[in-house]
T-cell receptor, first 120, second 113 residues
Framework: DTGVSQDPRHKITKRGQNVTFRCDPI?????LYWYRQTLGQGPEFLTYFQNEAQLEKSRLLSDRFSAERPKGSFSTLEIQRTEQGDSAMYLC??????????????????FGPGTRLTVL | GDSVTQMEGPVTLSEEAFLTINCTYTATGYPSLFWYVQYPGEGLQLLLKATKADDKGSNKGFEATYRKETTSFHLEKGSVQVSDSAVYFC????????????FGKGTKLSVIP
């Protein structure tokens, strides 16, 4: 079990550019989440996938943001026409979403290291 | 909507001191409760969880008990170490729909030798 991985770890871009982040969840985890964390705050939910279906999106996810999870494996989060207010840590998490033997893993999420975005 | 309130930080303790970080929540139904820890430069790590009233989650000497009557999930450790210095986040998951996590703002703990 290699854990949740994210790429890149850091991204610096100029305002107006597009950026794309990748998340590889723990294998066999069917649920995948994106969160955004700004300095001094807790993470805030952005969107959620069950397998390849995007089932919920937060009001924080403006139309400049799009996320995909083709084939229900890795996921990408794209931000178009970046703004300085998009600067944040973008966190990905995955969960098994069901019982796993004696452990109830229905709602236990495991996080990746995050991608820190800086928009100049 | 759901919300989590944590005690304001930063908290500075001497090594071997007793730690309490208060956490209260507002949610409908019976959420699961979590503590996550974030070490400098790293992502969030699950520290412990509890899924029903009076459950006690524990890990690495940390404990928290799910108190439904006071809607609280306070984190405690009897003797902190320098290596416990990190930011601690309390979170809840409403056990329905997306099971998304709602986090508190975090409490930064610094332990000095």
């Amino acid at each position: 079990d290699t854990g949740v991985s994210q790429d890149p770890r850091h991204k610096i871009t100029k305002r107006g550019q597009n950026v794309t982040f990748r998340c590889d969840p723990i294998s066999e985890h069917n649920r995948l989440y994106w969160y955004r964390q700004t300095l001094g705050q807790g993470p805030e939910f952005l969107t959620y996938f069950q397998n390849e279906a995007q089932l919920e999106k937060s009001r924080l996810l403006s139309d400049r943001f799009s996320a995909e999870r083709p084939k229900g494996s890795f996921s990408t989060l794209e931000i178009q026409r970046t703004e300085q207010g998009d600067s944040a840590m973008y966190l990905c998490a995955s969960s098994l979403g069901r019982l796993a033997g004696p452990k109830d893993e229905t709602d236990t999420q495991y996080f990746g290291p995050g991608t820190r975005l800086t928009v100049l | 909507g759901d919300s989590v309130t944590q005690m304001e930080g930063p908290v500075t303790l001497s090594e071997e001191a007793f730690l309490t970080i208060n956490c209260t929540y507002t949610a409908t139904g019976y959420p699961s409760l979590f503590w996550y820890v974030q070490y400098p430069g790293e992502g969030l790590q699950l520290l412990l969880k509890a899924t029903k009233a009076d459950d006690k989650g524990s890990n690495k000497g940390f404990e928290a008990t799910y108190r439904k009557e006071t809607t609280s999930f306070h984190l405690e450790k009897g003797s902190v170490q320098v290596s416990d210095s990190a930011v601690y986040f309390c979170a809840l998951s409403r056990r329905a729909g997306s099971y998304q996590l709602t986090f508190g703002k975090g409490t930064k703990l610094s332990v000095i030798p």
